[in-house]
């Protein structure tokens, strides 16, 4: 565009018909862009960040693009309702409001980059390399049009994200760490303790007896949120992959047998040969030498005779398919180990080839690879008849089908869940078996109700799940006579739990007065036990993670009690030993946690770095304008 009004403006008619132009923006402008500023914010404006303003058109390209791209990535798509509640709305403001700011002050170092920098830039993104490892463009451009950029727009966003990049490196790249404070964070994780522990389980509680009707039932009235039926849910749901298609495909026994034909190394070993070759310039040389080995005469000495070296004539070992010439590929391997081969005419001139060595291949038989090919086939096939199903599928709904009704018109099985929690268990109070795993429908369904026509969540991997809520059972209380053998067990817990308690803190006080560990635990029927080299955060073992952490805030030589891995045990224990590791600088596990301190050193310095040129330059935000764009309707002033 710019170049066309270059052009337009070289000769004088085309001077003065944009001086024309030029002077009716100008008036322009003066009639309908003076009141935006005197009035702050116009309707096109969604935020202010020094001397830059950020467009509706912008922020909504910005904000869709930046909530696509996320969806891709979860495998679902996130409608503006969701993206509100999870703050996504507020964080993509955010982020442009501080890529703005870089872009002032990178204009105001009138910092830059080259065409050719931005294109050589691209060109070694890995992300646009082909098969070959070069550039591609036919990718570059395919992957820039699915994520929703011109070519144009593209590069624009490279180099201001480049501009930026090198303004942040100067700011905050490649800032090591202080010592301190790796020793103080490599202390926090290293340090060791060892405790010296008894536990205490329902053997050591006594006897507990079985309680009235009058206690149970006041124990019940004053837990019934406990023992509070959920709410349940009738869910359909509807799976489409490939995997689901492709059962229903039929591969020939002849397009299987392609394959395997077309593919030797993908079933097993191929044979492999070492070759020597003797390339001569004209093909009577060939046959010349040819004849001389014929009456006697060895390829090696053929080759001593023409001036070359070992290494000029071996090929190396390679496999039939690893020989770019098929002629020459065709003539070596039908050679025995030792042969040489007549004169062929390959494609760079005629050669002589040696077959040195023959490594006799390992081939499974077709009969043997055969399911696992037409099985690949039938995948292969099936996924370009995801798109075609999913498209009869929400046909068949807006015609007024239901979601199991449409599915069987397609040749999908519908599956019912009859009764699901939101945990995804059924009334029996076990897991709902075999629930999608990649993907979170429940959460979904419990948001939406009955009737409610919903869009299909995208599987990852390719695919679409359809789900739709058919009965809802609301939350309810119980009565006594539904839940009482989880009530009686609960109470029976709580009265061992209670008597544990007092018989720990017992423990302790004798502890605290004098007393042995090991006399203590003899005198309770448990053994006292050593937990030596305990970590913070550390998982797993005999002493449960709760205890350890508890053990890392509590002084040396200290008896406390605590509950253990179950409410019915109670563990007492003391800190015997604590132990600091050494800090070395010049240690591989040092330099390692120092390299892993480095991004989050370097977020916090362009943390503070971004929030400083927000206060420098004035960041204000039009509430009402954004709140209209991200769907949350008209923000009050």
Not at 305 to 327: E, S, W
Not at 368 to 379: H, S, T
Not at 411 to 427: F, V
């Amino acid at each position: 565009m710019l170049r066309g009004i270059q052009e337009a403006s070289r000769n004088w008619l085309g001077k003065i018909v944009m001086a024309v132009v030029m002077g009716l923006l100008v008036v322009s402008f003066a009639i309908w862009g003076i009141g935006d500023i005197f009035r702050g914010f116009g309707l096109s404006t969604v935020a202010k960040i020094g001397k830059t303003e950020i467009g509706v058109e912008q922020f909504r390209t910005y904000y869709n693009d930046r909530l696509q791209a996320l969806s891709r990535r979860m495998g679902r798509p996130i409608s503006p309702d969701q993206a509100r509640a999870l703050g996504l709305d507020r964080q993509l403001i955010g982020q442009l409001v501080a890529e703005t700011a870089l872009d002032e002050r990178a204009r105001d170092l009138r910092l830059t980059l080259s065409d050719a920098e931005i294109a050589q830039q691209i060109v070694n993104d890995k992300n646009f390399a082909g098969p070959s490892g070069q550039f591609d463009r036919n990718r570059f451009e395919a992957l820039i049009r699915n994520a929703g950029f011109t070519e144009a727009r593209f590069v624009a966003e490279q180099r201001r994200t480049l501009v930026r990049r090198e303004l942040t490196d100067t700011i905050a790249g490649n800032i090591a760490p202080p010592n301190t404070l790796v020793a103080a964070i490599q202390q926090f994780q290293n340090e060791t303790r060892t405790i010296r522990y008894l536990s205490l389980g329902p053997a050591q509680a006594g006897d507990i007896a079985t309680p009235s009707a009058d206690e149970l039932a006041k124990y019940f009235e004053e837990r019934k949120v406990l023992f509070r039926a959920p709410e349940y849910r009738s869910i359909v749901l509807v799976e489409l992959t490939p995997e689901s298609l492709a059962q229903w495909q039929t591969i020939s026994d002849a397009d299987a047998r392609k394959v395997y034909d077309d593919n030797p190394d993908k079933f097993g070993t191929p044979e492999r040969r070492q070759l020597r070759q003797i390339l001569f310039p004209n093909a009577d040389e060939a046959k010349a030498a040819s004849e001389k080995i014929a009456g006697g005469a060895s390829f090696e000495s053929i080759a001593e005779q023409r001036g070359l070296k070992d290494t000029d004539t071996d090929l190396g070992t390679l496999t039939k398919a690893g020989i770019v010439d098929p002629a020459i590929a065709n003539a070596a391997f039908a050679l025995k180990e030792g042969d040489v081969s007549a004169p062929v005419q390959g494609r760079f001139g005629t050669v002589l080839i040696k077959a040195v060595k023959v490594e006799p291949g390992q081939m499974k038989t077709f009969e043997q690879v055969a399911p696992e090919i037409k099985k690949e086939l039938a995948l292969n096939k099936s996924r370009g008849d995801v798109i075609d199903t999913q498209n009869k599928m929400e046909d068949a709904r807006a015609g007024g089908a239901t979601l199991a009704e449409a599915a069987q018109k397609v040749g999908l099985t519908p599956r019912t869940i009859e009764a699901i929690d939101r945990s995804g268990r059924g009334t029996d109070g076990a897991p709902v078996p075999n629930l999608p795993k990649t993907v979170d429908v429940l959460s979904q369904a419990f948001a939406t109700q009955v009737g409610i026509e919903t869009d299909p969540v995208q599987i990852p991997g390719g695919g679409y799940l359809w789900y739709e809520v058919t009965k809802v059972t609301p939350s309810r209380e119980r009565n006594l006579d539904e839940v009482k053998p989880q009530v009686e067990t609960r109470w029976k817990d709580d009265q061992i739990a209670r008597k544990l308690k007092e018989k720990a803190d017992e423990i302790v006080s004798k502890l605290k007065a004098g007393g042995k560990l090991d006399e203590l635990a003899t005198a309770n029927g448990v053994k006292a036990e050593t937990a030596a080299d305990l970590k913070r955060n550390a998982t797993g073992g005999a002493v449960p993670a709760s205890v350890i952490d508890l053990a890392f805030r509590t002084p040396k030589d200290t008896p406390v009690t605590t509950e253990g891995a179950r409410a019915t045990e109670m563990m007492v224990f003391t800190v015997t030993a604590v132990s600091d590791p050494k800090f070395d600088p010049a240690a591989t596990e040092t330099k390692q946690m120092a390299d892993g301190l480095k991004p989050a050193i370097t977020e916090s310095i362009l943390a503070e770095y971004v929030a400083q040129l927000q206060t420098d330059y004035g960041v204000s935000i039009n509430p009402t304008v954004f709140n209209q764009i991200v769907g949350g309707g008209t923000a009050a002033n």
